[in-house]
């Protein structure tokens, strides 16, 4: 069994921040391990513009935001290996790898960051009816098919779910010549970004059907017609809605998730709601040692978030191989009314300022979301505009948090006044 | 007025502009201000995507405008990148065409390739 200090499951985004803040820390024998070709993560098939508006004050596309972080990287003595995949992990910090370079082997880590990324709902997630016919993919997949190998997926193209990956592929199909005749949505509002809808969809005069879905595939070998519906507020299919059309492709953006079967392997806590580790405000999972930070832990809408929040994870694994971790009373963070989820947690009182991420169930304007202790409200923080599609994040300084007194805290969205 | 979402960054604020004399109201940045008038006299986009290289181990080099370009000559440059053939090694940044569809943008590669 050979040993590292650190182990960063995952070289995309979250595992780059995370190994080059752990670095600047003083750690100095941080071991990645990636499963793809490259390092990058999914930034190598997102060609598209968008991406580090916050961490580098400008726009640029996944692969060069991918690259700014391998320039950095490289230029420590952070050892990335790629081709390798990761097929245990334990409590006691061992993970069990494979590559064609080196073989089978164990490692025992220090410290191990996860930043394995979340991977797409697929058709059998969703359960739709219909023929199993060829011609049905994931956005992600058609994504890496034209921008990384360099295929056409097909000529026309129906979107279900108007998640940002939806959306881009909807531009993407398009500009490369291929008809994009409608995207459906079954929430009445759409799950991406308001930017994505107006440059993807408007920019191209492609329809936008919220409040609808597929309810029927047809086709024997490949794809001919796709039946589209109008939903009820209980999101059922109303019959006599039907809209047929004929097309070649189906491309499903119906969700992403924490891609978290290591974290359960090794025995560390998930959250129903996020699907992802539970942690403390330093990113460490219910196992000492263990960090979680990046889509593995929630999903997150720019990558940005992603890095900053991996600079944090990356930080605490250092501090925890240097023998500091925080500590203090546990102060739980318990999601209330509108609110799905909450990262953190919990937190360590008397751990500082503390950031929560978190999202809202429904569409929301001019709101406020407060935080409650007990039945005293501690903190109000005004909102114009809250989305889904959107996280929100409020700050919680220290001086707050010293003064709590009990031991949950609640994070909820004030109810409209009418 | 006519109602915007500002696409310059990914809040996405919802902008007011006013047709006469381009005032933007709702932006959260000065930038703002620039994509809502903008949007009215000339819309711009940069434009993504990939062109066909040679001698690496990649298919597919991603590439992008260095400025945005005219709404209306978007699938002009697509044509124009569709027939390029790049050989590897190619840097970031790299022009590897320029003034695409008449425009005063470059087409430049955003990866490196080795």
């Known amino acids: 069994m050979t040993t590292h200090e650190l182990v960063i499951i995952g070289g995309g985004p979250a595992g780059l921040a995370a190994a080059l803040s752990a670095w600047e820390q003083g750690v100095r024998d941080i071991l990645i391990l990636e499963r793809d070709k490259e390092a990058g993560g999914i930034l190598n098939q997102c060609i598209h513009n968008g991406f580090g508006l916050h961490r580098f004050q400008e726009e640029l596309t996944g692969p060069e935001y991918a690259g700014r972080y391998l320039d950095l990287v490289g230029k420590t003595g952070v050892q990335i290996r790629t081709d390798t995949m990761v097929l245990d992990l334990d409590e006691r910090r061992v993970l069990h790898t494979i590559s064609p370079q080196y073989g089978y082997e164990a490692i025992q880590a220090g410290a191990v960051v996860l930043a394995m990324g979340c991977r797409e709902r697929t058709r059998g997630a969703i359960s739709i009816p219909g023929a199993r016919c060829s011609g049905i993919f994931t956005a992600g997949a058609a994504q890496r ?10 000529k026309r193209v129906v979107i279900l779910g108007s998640g940002d990956i939806g959306l881009i592929m909807a531009r993407r199909m398009t500009l490369e010549g291929a008809k994009v005749l409608a995207c459906v949505e079954l929430m009445p509002y759409s799950g991406g970004l308001n930017r994505n809808i107006v440059q993807c969809l408007n920019d191209f005069d492609i329809p936008l059907y919220l409040s609808h879905t597929v309810t029927d595939i047809r086709g024997k070998d490949r794809l ?96 925890f191989l240097q023998g500091k971790s925080p500590e203090g009373p546990e102060l739980k963070l318990e999601p209330g009314f509108d609110v799905g989820y909450t990262v953190p947690q919990h937190v360590h009182k008397g ?68 | 007025m006519k ?26 940045c000065p930038r703002g201000a620039v994509y809502g008038e903008n949007e009215l006299r000339n819309p711009v986009r940069v434009l993504t995507s990939t062109v066909a290289v040679l001698g690496s181990g990649a298919q597919r080099l991603p590439v992008k405008t260095d400025r945005p370009i005219p709404k209306g000559k978007l699938f002009a440059a697509m044509d124009e990148l569709n027939k390029l053939r790049i050989s590897a090694p190619v840097h970031v940044g790299d022009v590897l065409l320029p003034h695409i569809a008449g425009t005063d943008s470059n087409l430049v590669a955003t990866k490196t390739l080795l």
């Open chain 1, 145 to 154: 098919f034209l921008n990384i190998e360099g295929y056409m997926v097909g």
């Open chain 1, 351 to 418: 751990a500082g300022d503390v950031e929560i991420f978190f999202r809202v169930r429904s569409v929301r304007r001019n709101t406020a979301i407060r935080v409650r202790d007990g039945q005293t409200q501690i903190a109000r923080f005004r909102r114009e505009h809250m989305a889904p599609g959107e996280m929100e994040t409020i700050k919680l300084p220290r001086v707050l948090l010293d003064r709590v007194q009990g031991d949950t805290l609640t994070i909820e969205i004030e109810e409209a006044e009418a």
């Open chain 2, 3 to 28: 109602e915007l979402i500002c696409i310059t960054c990914p809040k996405g604020c919802h902008l007011k502009v006013d047709e006469k004399t381009f005032a933007v109201t709702g932006n959260a």
């Open chain 1, 224 to 319: 001919a017609q796709v039946v589209v519906s109008q939903v009820d507020e209980t999101r059922a299919p109303i019959a006599g809605t039907e809209m047929v059309f004929d097309c070649d492709t189906l491309l499903l953006s119906v969700g992403l998730l924490p891609e978290n079967e290591l974290s359960r392997q090794a025995g560390v806590v998930i959250d129903r709601r996020t699907n992802g580790p539970v942690v403390w405000e330093n990113r460490e999972t219910s196992i000492p040692g263990v960090f979680a930070c990046g889509n593995v832990l929630h999903v997150h809408d720019l990558v940005d978030y992603v890095s900053a929040e991996s600079e944090a994870a990356g930080r605490a694994a250092a501090a």
